[in-house]
């Protein structure tokens, strides 16, 4: 039996989607990067309230094994297919966003894009998530992970947020 090691939890993520906001966790393990689906509220005011937080809460202290079917919406990339991991830093205006890209193998991965014009053979897929305001900015967690001789075939990157010049 394998047991995996928890490198990171990426806590309180957002994905914003056409009617709704979904809510993401990410846990990173040394053998893949596991997408945690914790709750969606849509548009409308009344539906709001929760914001993924008792889901979040549930899967705080779950083992990697667990968080992956935790619900049916989550999914699992593994570590090999992984290309790139880069958190942009908020701001007081802005949200910290963080934006992950791999390379689509055998896995079962929802909304796949198809392949490049270029005619290549391997698609990547490509995600952007948003902070909730309230929650940790987590730059040295993501900092320590470019460090870690476990990702050094993944792009890791913390980057400030770029102005326009006036």
Not at 54 to 75: G, K
Not at 128 to 138: E, F, K, V
């Amino acid at each position: 039996m394998t047991t995996e090691t928890t490198l990171a939890r990426l806590s309180h993520w957002f994905r914003q989607r056409p009617n709704s906001i979904e809510f993401w966790e990410l846990v990173l393990t040394d053998e893949r990067l596991l997408w945690c689906f914790v709750g969606e509220s849509y548009r409308s005011l009344l539906l709001r309230a929760d914001m993924g937080e008792r889901d979040r809460e549930a899967i705080a202290d779950l083992p990697p094994a667990e968080v992956a079917t935790y619900d049916d919406r989550n999914f699992a990339v593994p570590l090999d297919d992984l290309d790139e991991l880069r958190l942009v830093t908020g701001t007081r205006l802005r949200r910290a966003r963080l934006a992950v890209a791999w390379r689509e193998g055998d896995d079962d991965v929802p909304e796949s894009q198809p392949e490049s014009e270029s005619g290549s053979e391997t698609a990547t897929e490509e995600r952007t998530l948003y902070q909730s305001r309230t929650a940790d900015p987590q730059r040295e967690l993501v900092a320590d992970l470019a460090a870690d001789p476990r990702l050094a075939d993944v792009d890791v990157t913390v980057e400030a947020p770029r102005f326009p010049r006036l």
